[in-house]
């Protein structure tokens, strides 16, 4: 978890950079994403790819001014599988105690396998990519 980012508060331009630099950060790194965050533990939202968890029932998303198409897609797909769905602050110490971390983008979903040493799941990630791509091809 990269606990600063330039610019994640201005508009697309600018966070479509500083996605670029978390990108090259987590490559240096050796790592596949990096999550960034404030320095007080809240969550960036990346309108353009984001990031939600799931704690049992619950699917938990960030609130943004205006959600993405791939937000919209997960919580219609996650009501549609009968999840509980909140838009919340997103937080690192939610996403220590979350089952499952995922990542949505044009591409789809990406569960994340671990952050740091602690394990995440993946059944609930691909339930609802599988009904994203159902309700796809339906319409």
Do not use: C
Not at 13 to 28: D, H, Q
């Amino acid at each position: 978890i990269a606990t600063s980012a330039p610019l994640a508060d201005y508009p697309t331009s600018a966070m479509v950079a500083t996605r670029a630099l978390i990108k090259e950060m987590a490559s240096a790194r050796d790592l596949h994403h990096l999550i960034m965050a404030t320095p007080d533990g809240k969550i960036i939202a990346d309108a353009a790819e984001p990031l939600f968890i799931v704690k049992g029932h619950k699917v938990t998303l960030p609130v943004v001014a205006m959600p993405s198409v791939e937000q919209t897609l997960i919580e219609r797909a996650s009501i549609s599988l009968g999840f509980e769905v909140e838009q919340k602050q997103l937080t690192v110490e939610m996403l220590q105690d979350a089952e499952e971390v995922v990542i949505a983008s044009w591409q789809g979903l990406t569960a994340i396998n671990h952050i740091d040493s602690k394990p995440y799941m993946s059944i609930i990630a691909e339930r609802i990519a599988t009904q994203m791509e159902h309700r796809e091809k339906k319409q």
